[in-house]
Each structure stands twice: as C-alpha cells, then as structure tokens.
C-alpha cells in the first residue's frame, strides 16, 4: 500500500446529471510518471481535480499521498502539488515575484533564495525581473511548472502541460518532467497525445467516456494489441494536392 | 483544517500584497479610482457649483461626501474585474490546491479594495483641503467618517465579489458597477433632494446612499448624525452581511 502515491477506487462524478466518471479505477507507484491519456471530455480534467482537492467525488475513494481526499484533504494538499490546464500565472507579477508568493504561501523559509534556484533550474534568470504578462507560451509554462516545485512536493499533478506549446517548448517541458521523475517526484499526468505518453510515462492509462478502458506499461499496452497489420487508409488529398491536381489537368486539355 | 486555520491572517496579508501590486501597476485603476472623482470634483465646483444652491455657505464642504462614494463606487468593477481574471486563469485553482486558507484568496480582493480604497479617499480629501474644504470635525468624528466609508466600501465589495464569482465574461464581471455608479448621482450627494421629481425625490430620499451622504456630511460639519447614522449603519449593515454570505456561497460552490 506504501508503495502507492495514488489509490482511486470506483470514482464516479457526475455534473447536473451528466455522468462525467463512471467508477474510475487506477493506482500509480511512488516515483513513477503516469499518464492518463484521452480525448477533450473523456474526464481527465475532473479525475484531476478530484485527485488535488478541488472538487468532490460522488462516490468512491481516492487516496493521495496516504490521505483520503475526502476526509484529510488538508493533508493531501501538502503532499501535492498541481499545474493545471492553463498556466495559472499571475502575469501582473514579475517570474520571479510569482516564485516568492508561492514560497510564501507554502510558508517556506528564503523564498528569494528558492526563487533563485527554481529560475536557474527552469532558464528564467534573464526574463525573471519582467512581468509574465511578456512571457512567451513556453517560458509561461516553465515558470508555470517552477512554481509547482516551490517546497518540493512529493506528487505533481500536470493537466495537459503541453498543450498549446510549439514542438520546442513541448521538448523543453518533457525534460523536465524526466528530471523531476529522476529525483523521485512522482508524476500524475493527462495528455491527449500518444506520443507524449508514449515518451514519458512508465504507466498509461487511457480514459474513454468516464472509464479506463485499458491501462498498464507502454509494453503491456502493445502485447494487447494484435502484431501490426497492413491497413489501406484513405487519404483525402491536401489542399496542394488538389491545386496541382487541377492546374494539372488545365495544362493538359 | 487546524494548520490552514492559524494561517489564515498569514495567507491573507500574502494575498493582499499581490493584489495591491495589482492596483498599483495598472494606472487604468489608479486613474479611474481617484483622478476621476477628483476631475469630478473640480467641474461640479469651478463649473456648475456657481448655481447650485445648497443652503451651504461652500459647496466643497457639501459635495465632498457624494464624491467619497462616487470613488468607492468607481473602484468596485476593478474588484469583480481581478477576481473573475483568478477565477478564470485558474489562479484560485493553485491555491486551492495548496495547504493555504481558502478563503484567504478571497478576502486578498475584499481587503485590497478597502486598502486602496482608503489610500484613494485619503488623496481625494487632500485634494479637497487645497480646494477649500473646511471641517471643524475632531479626531473621533473623523474616525466615524472613516468607519463609514469602510463599511460602505465592504458593502459595495461584497457585491461586486459576487458579480466577479459568478459572472461567465470579463464583461459581466465589471457591469455590477454601473447600476452602482448611478445610486450616488440620485440621492443627497450633489444637490438637495428638495427639486427633485416627486418620484425621484422619493426613491433618492430612501435609498442607502442618502442616508450614508447624510451622515458622513453631519459628522464632516459637526453636527448630530441623528437618525440617519442608524439608517445608515440599518443599510449597509444589512446588504454587507446578505452580500457576504451570498458571495461566500457562491464561492464555495464555484470551487
């Protein structure tokens, strides 16, 4: 049971009657990256909040960092710590003032000193005096990400990091995420890309209509599936294909 | 709960100063909040004041309480208009997620309106002296009018709170200040209410503004705040505790 960061048994939600989670089951290991991967409302979103306290299951359990959401969501509180859907910066603060309030607010000793350290760590020390309003998407999320790491929490929750986020920037925040899992951290991640889980997570869980559907190691996730066939797939052309198509069959007549 | 809890004024004073970095980085705020009502000021006296009649010997001793209020009444929209950008920057969700009081984010806002309202009361009333306002007010009458506009600034706050909680666009957010914006234009703040309409006169008579002018330009000119202070106190006290509770409500189930 230690050995869990998070238990979720038979989670079920629902929003004015529509049934978000249908009894949602999953476990993630301590110092493990898990991904939970699914489509634009398939419930990723509310299993993250209900996972970081921010809302309340109608039924079941979920245990997080050995607290009971429902019971000691305190305690939970201090075990986490989430970067949501949206980089949730306050952009009328500088990067580095951002940093303060949350080292601040979690009560921490030197919230300058860990400032400094978490601006260095993310490649913010030159931008870190300018107020995040400036920032670009990329440096929005890093610092996004940085102030999640303020006090060192043992579970991160990131909903969707990378979405929105140029190719560059996306390979920037996947390094991160390695390190953070390298040093111990454990990671809870939503993702509607294959690929990003594929890259990161030792555990995939894939959320269909409120319901894992499948879930285990990226290589447990491909024995599931039948040895790779030859498939014929229709293409439907680009728009240059049609223009040469066209300018084509001008030239012609 | 036992370790949020002894935070709380810790987790408040650290929301405060965040929003009042706010107020004093966007001049949009700082020009609406307190260079309107003093240009407001300036044209009611040097260029309509000559035909007002009041029945006082200076008319800046007679406008300055309604134009108090006009500022406190400008500056609400600023409040909604923050915590709608919270609420949907997902700002309020990091701290929600966090060991922190939660109400402390909200009562960040509450408190910063009060703050910087006081900050602009006080330069407008500067600005008053040097227009020639007089009053032969003492240290406690000041402190009425100061407890006056503090409980009538957390009324007005309390309801824009619930305007910021609740509205869907940063639009709805900062309309709650303009039916707001016209309770001090209809009542005793600028002119008497003798001239009015009768059913204008009516509703100015009897709305909370009037009473609060009312008392606060008794205390400002040091005579008995009679039943008006009660009337007053009645008012605001009343909407602030529904606001409160209604904006508290709306706050715990938005989050």
């Not at chain 1, 006090?151 to 990378?162: H, K, M, R, S, Y």
Request: aromatic share 8%; glycine share 8%; with cysteine.
């Amino acid at each position: 049971m230690q050995k869990l960061a998070i238990k979720v048994e038979g989670l079920q939600k629902s929003f004015k009657g529509l049934s978000v989670l249908k009894g949602v089951d999953l476990e993630v290991e301590k110092g493990s990256i898990f991904a939970l991967l699914g489509t634009n409302g398939s419930g990723k979103t509310t299993i993250v909040k209900i996972l970081t306290t921010l809302l309340r299951p109608d039924s079941g359990k979920a245990i997080v960092g050995g607290f009971d959401v429902n019971q000691n969501p305190g305690q939970v509180r201090q075990a986490i710590s989430l970067t949501g859907q949206f980089a949730a910066v306050d952009e009328m603060l500088t990067g580095r003032e951002n940093l303060i309030l949350i080292a601040r607010l979690r009560h921490l000793q030197n919230p300058r000193r860990i400032a400094d350290d978490l601006l260095n760590r993310f490649g913010l020390n030159e931008a870190a005096g300018r107020l995040a309003s400036t920032y670009s998407g990329g440096m929005r999320r890093r610092l996004d990400i940085a102030m999640s790491l303020v006090g060192n929490a043992q579970l991160v929750f990131l909903d969707e990091p990378t979405t929105g986020l140029d190719p560059e920037a996306r390979i920037e925040v996947w390094k991160i995420i390695k390190e953070l899992a390298a040093g111990g951290t454990t990671v809870f991640l939503t993702t509607q890309y294959l690929e990003e889980a594929e890259q990161l997570a030792d555990r995939i869980a894939i959320l269909d209509k409120g319901k894992i559907i499948v879930s285990g190691t990226l290589a447990e996730l491909k024995k599931m599936f039948p040895a790779a066939t030859v498939e014929y797939i229709e293409k439907q052309p680009s728009l240059e294909e049609i223009f040469l198509a066209i300018v084509g069959a001008n030239q012609e007549q | 709960m036992e370790t949020t809890r002894t935070y709380f004024l810790t987790d408040t004073a650290i929301m405060l100063g965040r929003s009042l970095r706010h107020v004093f980085r966007s001049m949009d705020t700082i020009i609406t909040v307190t260079l309107m009502p003093i240009a407001m000021m300036l044209l009611f006296v040097y260029v309509l004041g000559g035909a007002i009649q009041t029945g006082a010997d200076n008319y800046v001793n007679y406008l300055l309480p309604g134009i108090l209020l006009i500022a406190i009444a400008n500056s609400i929209g600023y409040t909604s208009y923050r915590l709608f950008l919270d609420m949907q920057k997902g700002i309020f969700e990091r701290f929600h997620s966090m060991p922190i009081a939660r109400s402390a984010a909200l009562w960040g806002h509450v408190l910063t309106s009060l703050v910087s309202n006081m900050i602009s009361l006080f330069i407008i009333v500067l600005v008053a002296l040097v227009m020639g306002f007089r009053s032969s007010a003492g240290v406690l009458e000041w402190l009425g009018v100061a407890g006056m506009l503090a409980l009538f600034t957390l009324t007005l706050t309390w309801i824009a709170a619930i305007a910021g909680l609740s509205a869907k666009s940063v639009d709805g957010a900062a309309a709650i200040a303009y039916p707001i914006h016209f309770l001090p234009l209809i009542s005793s703040a600028f002119v008497p209410t003798a001239t009015m309409p009768s059913a204008v006169r009516i509703f100015a008579e009897n709305q909370p503004v009037t009473s609060v002018v009312e008392t606060i330009r008794a205390l400002l000119s040091n005579q008995p705040v009679g039943s008006e202070l009660w009337l007053a106190l009645g008012w605001c006290g009343g909407i602030v505790l529904l606001a409160y509770l209604f904006a508290m409500r709306v706050y715990r189930r938005a989050n």
